[in-house]
């Protein structure tokens, strides 16, 4: 239940308080951001994380992006021309491309890009899979040449879901897709600062004098990209009652992440406004190490499912009913794929049969389960904090390990055992465009040490996944989207935690924050006097 009276005075005594963390004045041509989390991880390859993505989205152009009407639309690609059997696209890029460098974009920096994201990212598998042959025609053109016609070639080149398909020098798209680049150079409208890059404090982005935005008005992610401030800062502020009173005293101009018992406060505050920037929704999700006890015995996993009460998850997340449901899909619900096959378990959560489970399993309840907590993080706490006590209540030892968001977002892809250094259990969420289908998010993976954290290693997954791709129609994509939904809960691949709505909060000076169904974009955006 919402508090205000109390919201108020905790903002009020927070406004209070001596902001000495803003130190010197700032130039009125900087956007001043508080994220959701911290920036550790540089490489759009290297992690999942939103963070991670909107850290792209800044500094990185993409060939094709989705609109607001989640339509792909061209972006670095000025023409596009398909053969006649459906087999090979043609892509032309646009005139005056430049890197961050001053060097010219060209073709073989894109299909160098493109192998290195089809190495790592879950629908760039499938595609590769597909694929025959990718090849340079020219410094602006070159082809993708299918083995049968693939329809989802757009939609995999616009897709928002991690990992994003960001273009990069060619020199740079080289390096092995699963070691960290070290060199930040992109083609977007901002440029990384590394030298004013403060982690855990402070990132900093400025603009590219040669970025030719597209003529087109922007629209979600796609059209024209116009840097509006010399410079967009992001400020590290965990927070929320310290990140309020710097919005309401105009210190920062916009707030990625306010908890919405704070909404009450912000919508009476006069001078700030919010809005609602991904209207399908987030989905909570909790995921399995597969490779350590106790979770590498699917009957493990499938105890978590009766353990699961999306009702007390959503409750502690987002504590206003009229922001969030329960749903019981893998999809999130209110799209085309949305499906409750084999999920019956998320419908009448049982913990006598969970732990009959775990017993089934031979799991010895003495022996600790590590969960990774991050203690700063406004929603994946609250979701921890819900699977520990579940847990606990049929017996189960939990060892419960708090530490930083941006710990966790580094230690999850430890294949470690869990007591040395590893992990058996976190929670994370996903916006709802990127898991509306099995193929755009890697949250879907079952490509085993090729997939996503947590390697989750099972064949039938991962044809249904490709099958979804190719599947002629609406009516035969659902169809496989429940084939997924049957086989990953006997599997026990992640547990859907139920969904929920997200808003932002920014300056009554800005105009112009566009709805982009996923995370926040700071192109477009102005600000008056």
């Not at 893998?330 to 084999?342: K, L, N």
């Not at 706490?381 to 049929?394: F, G, K, L, N, S």
Request: charged share 20%; glycine share 6%.
């Amino acid at each position: 239940m919402f508090n205000p009276m109390k919201a108020t005075r905790q903002a009020l005594f927070a406004s209070a308080v001596l902001l000495t963390c803003f130190g010197t004045a700032w130039a009125e041509s900087t956007l001043k951001i508080v994220p959701s989390a911290d920036l550790q991880v540089l490489d759009p390859m290297g992690s999942t994380a939103d963070i991670v993505k909107m850290h792209g989205f800044m500094i990185y152009d993409t060939l094709y992006a989705l609109d607001e009407h989640f339509k792909p639309q061209p972006e670095m690609v000025q023409d596009m021309q398909l053969s006649a059997d459906k087999t090979t696209y043609r892509f032309t890029l646009r005139d005056g491309l430049k890197w961050h460098d001053g060097q010219p974009v060209k073709a073989e920096d894109c299909v160098a890009s493109l192998k290195r994201w089809q190495a790592r990212d879950a629908a760039g598998q499938l595609m590769a899979r597909e694929l025959k042959e990718m090849r340079v025609i020219d410094d602006k053109t070159f082809e993708l040449e299918f083995k049968e016609p693939y329809g989802i070639v757009l939609e995999s080149l616009s897709k928002v879901a991690s990992n994003v398909p960001f273009m990069m020098p060619k020199r740079i798209a080289e390096t092995d897709p699963y070691k960290e680049i070290t060199d930040y150079t992109g083609s977007g409208p901002y440029k990384f600062a590394k030298d004013k890059w403060i982690p855990g404090s402070k990132v900093v982005y400025e603009k590219f004098a040669n970025y030719i935005p597209r003529k087109e008005p922007a629209s979600g992610l796609a059209g024209g990209k116009v840097a509006q401030f010399d410079a967009v800062e992001w400020d590290i502020i965990k927070d929320q009652q310290t990140a309020l009173s710097a919005l309401m005293s105009g210190e920062i101009d916009f707030w990625q992440n306010p908890s919405l018992d704070l909404l009450p406060v912000i919508e009476s505050a006069g001078n700030l406004q919010t809005k609602v920037i991904n209207q399908t929704g987030t989905q909570g999700t909790l995921f399995f190490n597969h490779t350590q006890p106790p979770f590498d015995n699917p009957k493990a996993r499938q105890a978590m499912f009766y353990l699961t009460n999306q009702q007390a998850y959503l409750q502690a997340v987002n504590g206003n009913p009229d922001y969030f449901k329960t749903c019981a899909s893998f999809f999130i619900c209110g799209s085309p794929m949305e499906t409750e096959a084999g999920l019956d378990a998320l419908k009448a959560p049982d913990p006598v049969k969970a732990k009959a489970l775990f017993q089934e399993a031979g799991w010895d309840f003495s022996r600790p389960i590590v969960i990774l907590d991050p203690t700063d993080e406004s929603i994946v706490h609250p979701e921890t904090v819900v699977t520990v006590q579940a847990m606990r209540d049929i017996g189960l030892t939990v060892d419960v390990q708090a530490m930083d968001w941006a710990t966790v977002l580094k230690r999850r892809n430890s294949k470690e055992p869990a007591g040395k250094g590893g992990w058996n259990l976190l929670h994370s969420y996903v916006g709802g465009q990127v898991v509306a289908n099995p193929v755009w998010s890697i949250t879907f993976s079952a490509a085993c040490e090729k997939g996503i954290f947590g390697w989750p290693c099972d064949k039938t997954l991962e044809d249904l996944r490709l099958k979804w791709a190719l599947a002629d129609g609406l009516d035969a994509q659902k169809a496989v989207a429940a084939e997924y939904s049957k086989r990953a809960f006997e599997t026990g691949h992640h547990i859907p935690l139920g969904q929920w709505n997200t808003f932002v909060a920014f300056s009554n000076k800005l105009s112009g924050v566009l709805t982009t169904q996923d995370v926040p974009v700071f192109w477009n955006i102005k600000k008056s006097d």
